[in-house]
T-cell receptor
Framework: KAGVTQTPRYLIKTRGQQVTLSCSPI?????VSWYQQTPGQGLQFLFE???????NKGNFPGRFSGRQFSNSRSEMNVSTLELGDSALYLC????????????????FGPGTRLTVL | AQTVTQSQPEMSVQEAETVTLSCTYD???????LFWYKQPPSRQMILVIR??????QNATENRFSVNFQKAAKSFSLKISDSQLGDAAMYFC?????????????FGQGTTLQVKP
């Protein structure tokens, strides 16, 4: 079974540009979460999607947005890039996350390294 | 709000020895999960071990075991017979078990060096 894939793996952008990152979950997984990892702030939760609906959102400005498609693939978009947006962006997928589904392990992708110049 | 704290930015251990990584957390919830994740230089986050808060028994996965002290809100990871491949950054993480979210709250991480 293929793991979580993220594209592109590396990206260089300049300030003011926008960027779209993609995450393809493991086949059959319906829940996708995104995290930002920086040396200063560590790992911070961005958002979570389940069946095309945003279920949870972290404390990030409105420049950060995301969506999930009917095939569970997810994209996140960052508009008007700032130097501080340089980070490793990780996504994680799981079968489902709900009070009735019990525990389902989340599997992480390899990440997209975004550099903003 | 829940928080996770790892007070050891770096640790080192001799190959074949035992090392313990510390983690404390704060929450008002009674039901939750705690995790240790390993992030090697490849940056791929790998789940090492999971503990359910309602279970008193400490989780064990081969050479990895935890010491879960619910009252003290402490969750340490013990790595026995350390191997060179254990060198990585280790993150302690918290997840609620009482809400419809898979949101993980991570500690700052501990970099583990394994000396041959």
């Amino acid at each position: 079974k293929a793991g979580v894939t993220q594209t592109p793996r590396y990206l260089i952008k300049t300030r003011g540009q926008q960027v779209t990152l993609s995450c393809s979950p493991i086949s059959g997984h319906r829940s996708v979460s995104w995290y930002q990892q920086t040396p200063g702030q560590g790992l911070q939760f961005l958002f979570e999607y389940f069946s095309e609906t945003q279920r949870n959102k972290g404390n990030f400005p409105g420049r950060f947005s995301g969506r999930q498609f009917s095939n569970s693939r997810s994209e996140m978009n960052v508009s008007t890039l700032e130097l501080g947006d340089s980070a490793l962006y990780l996504c994680a997928s799981s079968l489902a996350v709900s009070l009735t589904s019990g525990y389902n392990e989340q599997f992480f992708g390899p990440g997209t390294r975004l550099t903003v110049l | 709000a829940q928080t996770v704290t790892q007070s050891q930015p770096e640790m080192s251990v001799q190959e074949a020895e035992t090392v313990t990584l510390s983690c404390t957390y704060d929450t008002s919830e009674s039901d939750y999960y705690l995790f240790w994740y390993k992030q090697p230089p490849s940056r791929q986050m790998i789940l090492v071990i999971r503990q359910e808060a309602y279970k008193q028994q400490n989780a064990t996965e081969n050479r990895f075991s935890v010491n879960f002290q619910k009252a003290a809100k402490s969750f340490s990871l013990k790595i026995s017979d350390s191997q060179l491949g254990d060198a990585a950054m280790y993150f302690c993480a918290y997840r609620s078990a009482t809400s419809n979210t898979g949101k993980l709250i991570f500690g700052q991480g501990t970099t583990l060096q394994v000396k041959p």
